[in-house]
């Protein structure tokens, strides 16, 4: 493994940012350039608000899974016309694993000390046929390093050519580094995002990995750049077939439903929001995958 120094660490750090920067610009021109079809309220571009948010380092106000803390990030929230509500966000944390936390972090039974930084996007669009999207690459260091992320679609009416498109962009990005980074990822990402409690897949998939460490930490990062990158290049292009058509309240009342089952496997499955949770992580930034509005039939 490749020891992670403060260099590596930043370099990682810059690169989330830049990727933020990159994907909230892509967003706002999809909000600038909607036709009237796709903004029936007529509302206003929206943009971007940022916030930033710290974790005391005091130990009485860590969360269940961590001793001590510190660090912090910035969400970044979009609601608009194209956009009902978007976020990427941004953590760089740091701190010590809770003696009933540490077995379950690789690394950390030996020392329970982590460094964790990434970007998380979940984007739900305004038009029940524009897809939602997730995508999120991150960091961590214990005594071991890895990177891990990925990203997925969850349309209300799934497209087959949006499907395909999109698992493409992923397959280059995985092929430009290991054939086998493909099949193995699809199918680890079918896997995780799966219902078990209704035995249903939550959208149509994408790629998912986790615990990369190649050896070879350029290799590992430069994929997990490729990743961010096929994300921002593919999603905002699909958003764009879609964004500028008119929909009916038909439509529209499928819409909540579907967002329902991403709230079910946030609160329920997710690893990433019980990392969060675990290491008193910033609460309105660990919730900021939830829709908006959802239903249940």
């Known amino acids: 493994m490749t020891t992670i120094d403060e260099e590596l660490k930043s370099r990682a750090v810059q690169w989330f940012a830049q990727l933020r920067d990159e994907i909230c610009a892509a967003f706002e021109r999809c909000e600038d350039d909607v ?17 930033e948010w710290s974790r005391p380092a005091a130990d009485g106000a860590a969360g269940e899974g ?23 966000n941004i ?19 030996e020392d329970p000390r982590f460094w964790a930084a990434g970007v998380s996007l979940v984007a739900h669009p305004r038009s029940p046929l524009v897809p939602i999207a997730h995508m999120n690459t991150r960091m961590i ?7 891990g992320g990925g990203g997925d679609l969850t349309p209300v009416f ?21 054939a086998d980074y493909y099949p193995k990822y699809k199918k680890w990402c079918d896997e995780y995002f799966f219902l078990p409690h209704r035995d249903e897949l939550r959208g149509v998939g994408g790629i998912f990995y986790d615990n990369l460490d190649s050896g ?34 038909a439509d529209k009342e499928k819409q909540p439903i579907k ?27 660990i919730l900021m995958s939830m829709p908006p509005l959802a239903a249940w039939p």
């Open 35 to 51: 036709a009237a079809a796709g903004n029936p309220g007529g509302a206003a571009a929206g943009r971007f608000e940022r916030t």
């Open 66 to 88: 961590a001793a001590e803390q510190g660090g912090g990030g910035t969400m970044s929230v979009l609601r608009g016309r194209v956009f009902e509500k978007a976020g990427v």
């Open 91 to 109: 953590s760089i944390v740091h701190g010590e694993f809770s003696e009933q936390f540490r077995t379950q972090i690789p690394g950390a039974a």
């Open 141 to 147: 260091v214990t005594t071991k390093g890895w990177f």
């Open 158 to 178: 799934p497209d087959q050519a949006d499907t395909h498109d999109f698992h493409a962009a992923f397959k280059a990005a995985c092929d430009g580094t290991d």
């Open 216 to 249: 070879d930490w350029e290799t590992d990062f430069a994929f997990t750049q490729d990743v961010g990158k096929a994300f921002r290049d593919i999603y905002p292009a699909i958003v764009r077939r879609h964004m500028d058509k008119g929909w009916s309240d």
């Open 259 to 285: 967002r329902g089952r991403y709230v079910e496997f946030n609160l329920i499955h997710d690893r990433g929001t019980k990392f969060g949770l675990m290491t008193g992580g910033n609460i309105e930034a």
